[in-house]
């Protein structure tokens, strides 16, 4: 069984219609999984599970953030002050 | 045994086994600890509560872990004030501070890590670990030490050595990361799935929450068993704000207290506000932002508890306040000089949001109102320096007098 990523996209305003989800399952080796999601004017999440090898998961959400995306783990910043 | 039957999704409501699980397997929302409050009324009392000890285990029927005094270093059941001068200056009849900067580790992170703590030994690990730039290392570092266990904290490797002093003493394994914030997070939760150690607000996270319930208790007992009008805290990841009300709705429920009509007020900084921000712009949806702002020990921005906070202010009939961030610096001065008590910025942004909120209204004059002060003003030196501007003399009396006009 292919590793399993689990992740949470944050889009904000133009990125919320963008197809980003459907073009890192086509141009990436990666099977997504969305759990769960909000999606409102100017702000939408989506929490989703990740499966393929780890260094195209890596490459897939570089390129997921390399277009403005905010990907976080799935329960948000994990750093505390 | 603790009084917990399960652990349950916040989102979907599947129940799973009390583990070290924080995410549920079926949906990826935050599981909480789901107590059992009848068994709870059957054992607790005022009479029980007030010959308990002298620190938050003194609710340990309403915790999700038993006391453990090999961890126990004595965190909670700090002071609550009632204000004369910051009342009198802000015009409240009834106003008091929850003095929580003088937890062991001078911060309410005392409060959550003793919890998370005790838990991770019952639940077998021996070794607990965070990801923090501040309260929550030096939190982390001083309970492992007294436990006698290792800990591992993780910082960004750009942190200043000051910053992360306060957790350094306590001898804990320190790791800095090259990298963004980002990078940290995501090592961080990578190696919480791979290591068996505790990360206490990683997967332990249901029963570190927790702790802060206390928050809520503490205040409802030394107020004589009732809850206040109004509360007001500072809010990073939303969690602390959350439980408070969680805590004080617990008592009610029990029996403890009466009727519970606390409206709960969040404050954040201007240049760390999702939730604030959030509740203004009428959305339960948080907006991440990257933090800027100069009350470090708030800068979270994605809160994973902030759609909760948000849900907390709308229960209670709460709202949000944002302090600008040239009002932290005057909050600390304020607290301090009305009061004799030092905070750090968290504290500065809960006394100008506290300031707003009686401006606008919010909160009228003849309302009880409790003020939560989370961390100690020692750790945060740099936002008042300010305020040292000594009057510089010869070594003379008449220097001295001249100086102060107190010559005859």
């Not at chain 1, 953030?65 to 799935?74: F, L, N, Q």
């Not at chain 2, 549920?24 to 909480?32: A, K, R, S, Y």
């Not at chain 2, 620190?55 to 965190?75: H, K, M, V």
């Not at chain 2, 501070?97 to 890590?113: A, E, G």
């Amino acid at each position: 069984m292919s590793p399993l990523k689990r992740v949470r996209f944050t889009f904000l305003d133009r990125l919320i219609k963008e197809p980003v989800i459907y073009r890192m399952s086509h141009d990436f080796n990666v099977i997504t999984n969305i759990r769960r999601a909000d999606v409102q004017e100017g702000v939408g999440w989506v929490i989703l599970e990740l499966e393929g090898e780890i260094l195209e998961i890596e490459r897939s959400l570089e390129w997921v953030r390399s277009i403005g995306v905010r990907v976080d783990p799935t329960l948000g910043d994990l750093v505390e002050p | 045994m603790a009084n917990i039957a399960a652990l349950r999704c916040k989102e979907c409501s599947r129940e799973y086994p009390v583990g070290a699980f924080n995410v549920c397997d079926f949906c990826f929302g935050p599981l909480e600890v789901v107590y059992d409050l009848e068994a709870i009324a059957q054992v607790t009392s005022r009479d029980k509560i007030t010959s308990g000890p002298l620190s938050l285990w003194r609710y340990a029927d309403f915790l999700p872990a038993d006391y453990n005094a090999q961890i126990d270093i004595n965190a909670g059941f700090t002071p609550l004030i009632r204000s004369s001068g910051l009342a009198k200056k802000l015009g409240l009849d009834e106003l008091w501070i929850k003095n929580d900067s003088v937890n062991p580790s001078y911060s309410f992170k005392d409060r959550v890590v003793a919890v998370a703590t005790a838990k991770a030994l019952e639940l077998g690990f021996e070794t607990i670990a965070c990801a923090s730039t501040g309260n929550l290392a030096c939190s982390v570092a001083a309970h492992a030490s007294r436990a006698g266990i290792k800990a591992y904290v993780f910082i960004p490797s750009d942190l200043e050595k000051g910053k992360v002093l306060g957790a350094a003493i306590y001898n804990p394994t320190m790791v800095a990361i090259d990298g963004s914030y980002d990078d940290v997070n995501r090592l961080c939760s990578e190696l919480a799935d791979q290591y068996p150690w505790a990360f206490v607000n990683i997967n332990v996270r249901p029963f570190y929450a927790d702790g802060s319930k206390t928050l809520g208790y503490e205040v409802a007992e030394q107020l004589g068993w009732r809850a206040p009008e109004h509360a007001v805290a500072p809010s990073a990841s939303g969690a602390m704000f959350t439980k408070i009300y969680q805590g004080l709705k617990e008592f009610e429920q029990v029996g403890i207290i009466g009727n519970v009509h606390t409206k709960m007020h969040c404050a954040q900084a201007r240049g760390c506000s999702p939730i604030a921000t959030a509740y203004e712009e009428g959305r339960l949806v948080i907006r991440p932002v990257k933090p800027a702002t100069i009350a470090k020990s708030l800068g979270i921005g994605n809160p994973a508890d902030g759609y909760y906070a948000l849900k907390t202010i709308e229960a209670s009939n709460g709202s949000a306040v944002i302090a600008e961030e040239n009002e932290v610096a005057d909050g600390i001065k304020l607290l301090a000089e009305t009061e004799g008590i030092f905070t750090e910025g968290a504290g500065g942004v809960a006394i100008a949001g506290l300031k707003r909120l009686v401006e606008r209204g919010t909160i009228k004059k003849n309302e009880s109102t409790v003020v939560y002060i989370t961390g100690n003003g020692l750790k945060t030196t740099e936002i008042v320096e300010d305020v040292v501007n000594p009057i510089h003399i010869d070594a003379t009396v008449t220097a001295f007098e001249e100086s102060l006009g107190l010559k005859a």
